[in-house]
């Protein structure tokens, strides 16, 4: 069945009026989304260091130590819950009335929860700021439809070569300002001694970096940032006509929009958001389907990475101290960045997407089985140089899995039914993704820590990981040979 479905898109392949010129990235417009790219990983990232110590000292544990990780635990599920419940309709939402709005709301969801973790007395008071972080910054989400949508298909493997480079910032600053600037009257009394302010919220200076810098993105986005799509309606005309678009015509067509088809019904549904029935096409949940099959191992692998090196060698890991952890995981985030800007595109220009993201996919075979050979080499041979290159090659082969996602992408961008239900297609993979982010570390730690009791099979967890593996394999092979080719059809 696969052969035959190839068969049939070679001819759309090779179509000669596929362009083959690169349009330039819009870099007015594109430095702007880098730059807005550093906000959710900098709240989330600067909030890490200092949140068990934060757990202790609100006292919600009475002192019992082996709570700290649970609690810690619902924090970063809350938030994940309450975003995995809102980011379609966000997403939806901005096809109505635009991506602008939306990302105005999120920057200052982000400063006032952010404000609000630092200012909290009570666990429940954390939960409600991080629930209302996750529940109104969707502003992830509408980026990444930003840049489909200010992108073509021969200018988006470049720019999805930059993206990167913000997360890395931020993954190197956040932790680095939570972690230096938490308990500043403590720990600089020469500086911030006399504040009594800060002594009665140790915390708030951290928090207070990562809310005014979303304030000063909200003010860059609110005189730089233009409004990237064209069929919107007021909020207004919305809330009288509800989600359908039945009761409203957008302002103007998308560029996007097939106009020259001499169709007046085609160029209606062409030109209007669409209802989630209408986008629940079969690409649209082919293109999901990978996205979450995907994200499922990549999560469960980052949740079990750490754990592996921080077990003691006799219980299946590998004894590593935490400088040393924090040292590898940096390692592998740098590489991770500097791979994608360096060599997507041309990979891309090269093999395609579908050849990227099945390669990056079946990466999580080895990588699974490169845990108990790691393992193994430790308990026999003591940590040395084998166990450095093992050790080296599956970081390397997480640098080819995670290229699976600029090249998800470019088909969730292809599998839009229309350019102006691209926010809601996306909204869909986001929130299917979202649940992923929930359920793989939750899962993966579960099936580690029951693997590693006596008696139990400790490859449990790989075999675990290398199922998951095999249904993103799968499931990605579903995928055209190009995302062009759902692009000619539409």
């Given at each position: ?267 209606e549904v062409q030109s209007k958001p669409l209802s989630l029935r209408a986008l629940l096409t079969s690409k649209v949940l082919n293109v ?203």
């Amino acid at each position: 069945m696969i052969a035959r479905q190839d068969d049939e898109e070679m001819p759309l392949l090779q179509r000669p009026e596929q362009p083959t010129t690169k349009t330039p990235l819009p870099w007015d417009q594109f430095s702007i989304v880098l730059f807005l790219e550093t906000l959710d990983p900098l709240s989330s990232q600067t909030l890490s260091p200092f949140t068990p110590q934060l757990v202790r000292d609100i006292g919600v544990t009475h002192g019992d130590e082996s709570q700290v990780g649970r609690y810690v635990g619902i924090l970063q599920s809350s938030y994940y819950v309450a975003h995995a419940l809102t980011i379609f309709h966000w997403s939806q939402l901005s096809d109505h009335i635009g991506r602008k709005p939306v990302i105005l709301i999120a920057l200052l969801a982000i400063s006032v929860s952010m404000f609000s973790f630092g200012l909290s007395k009570t666990f429940l008071d954390l939960v409600i700021s991080r629930v209302v972080c996750g529940a109104f910054d969707a502003s992830n989400a509408i980026l990444k439809t930003m840049v489909m949508d200010i992108t073509d298909m021969t200018n988006m493997p470049e720019a999805y070569g930059y993206v990167p480079i913000p997360w890395m910032i931020a993954n190197s600053i956040g932790p680095l300002i939570g972690g230096s600037l938490s308990r500043p009257a403590e720990r600089f009394p020469n500086i911030f001694g006399r504040s009594e302010l800060l002594k009665a919220y140790p915390y708030l200076l951290p928090c207070s970096i990562p809310a005014l810098f979303a304030s000063t993105a909200w003010l860059v986005t609110y005189f730089g940032l233009k409004e990237s799509t064209s069929t919107r309606t007021s909020l207004w005309e919305l809330i009288k006509g509800g989600f359908s678009g039945k009761s409203y015509k957008p302002r103007q067509l998308s560029s996007n929009a097939i106009v020259d088809s001499g169709e007046a019904d085609l160029d209606e549904v062409q030109s209007k958001p669409l209802s989630l029935r209408a986008l629940l096409t079969s690409k649209v949940l082919n293109v999901t389907a990978s996205y979450v099959t995907m994200a499922l191992f990549h999560m469960a692998f980052n949740s079990v990475l750490p754990v592996f090196y921080a077990t003691p060698i006799e219980l299946g890991g590998l004894s590593l101290d935490p400088p040393r952890i924090g040292a590898l995981l940096a390692a592998q985030g740098v590489a991770h960045g500097i791979f994608q800007l360096l060599f997507f595109a041309r990979l891309h220009d090269r093999f395609g997407a579908r050849a990227i993201h099945i390669t990056g996919v079946t990466s999580g075979i080895p990588i699974a089985i490169l845990f108990p050979v790691i393992n193994a080499l430790a308990r026999a041979h003591g940590i040395g140089m084998a166990v450095w290159l093992c050790v080296a090659v599956q970081l390397a082969l997480s640098i080819s899995f995670i290229m699976c996602y600029p090249s998800m992408a470019l088909f969730i961008r292809a599998a839009s039914p229309n350019h102006a239900s691209l926010g809601a297609t996306n909204g869909i993979a986001q929130m299917a993704a979202s649940v992923a982010r929930i359920v793989g570390p939750a899962s993966a730690a579960s099936v580690f820590s029951y693997s590693m009791q006596e008696g139990h099979d400790a490859w449990m967890i790989y075999y675990f990981m290398i199922t998951i593996a095999l249904f993103a394999v799968g499931t990605g092979l579903f995928l055209p040979r190009s995302p062009s080719v759902w692009e000619d059809d539409q």
